[in-house]
């Protein structure tokens, strides 16, 4: 099995920052794309950014030039430098990872989420 465990939510006022963190562990062979999604309530998951295992990133209108994803393959972990948060980011914040399993099938693996408020 492959576990993911996010890390750095927490309540932050508008204009401030966060960074979140995202851990994968278990039977890895591989890891292609990472991404990080967020659920606010009573809206559908959507996403917020992707990166590949080259390093390419994209991003939601909403978030582009606030957010930064990046990777650190070598610890199988990636990031989410949040900037400029605003009232309507919050949401909880959900990793995602495409990941050939040691078996070597493939699959899409989420975290628990980490909850991210911004209020004053």
């Known amino acids: 099995q492959v576990q993911l465990v996010?890390?750095?939510?927490?309540?932050?006022?508008?204009?401030g920052s966060?960074?979140?963190?995202c851990a994968a562990s278990g039977s890895i062979f591989s890891i292609n794309a990472m991404g990080w999604f967020r659920q606010a309530p009573g809206k559908q998951r959507e996403l917020v950014a992707?990166?590949?295992?080259?390093?390419?990133?994209n991003y939601a209108d909403s978030v582009k030039g606030r957010f930064t994803i990046?990777?650190?393959?070598?610890?199988?972990?990636?990031?989410?430098?949040?900037?400029?948060?605003?009232?309507?980011?919050?949401?909880?914040?959900?990793?995602?990872?495409?990941?050939?399993?040691?078996?070597r099938s493939r699959a899409?693996?989420?975290g628990q989420g980490t909850r991210v408020t911004v209020s004053l």
């Open 18 to 21: 966060l960074r979140l963190s």
């Open 108 to 110: 899409s693996y989420w």
């Open 50 to 57: 992707v990166i590949t295992g080259g390093g390419s990133t």
């Open 70 to 103: 990046s990777r650190d393959n070598t610890k199988n972990t990636v990031y989410l430098q949040m900037n400029s948060l605003k009232p309507e980011d919050t949401a909880v914040y959900f990793c995602n990872a495409d990941a050939t399993h040691t078996s």
């Open 6 to 15: 996010e890390s750095g939510g927490g309540l932050v006022q508008p204009g």
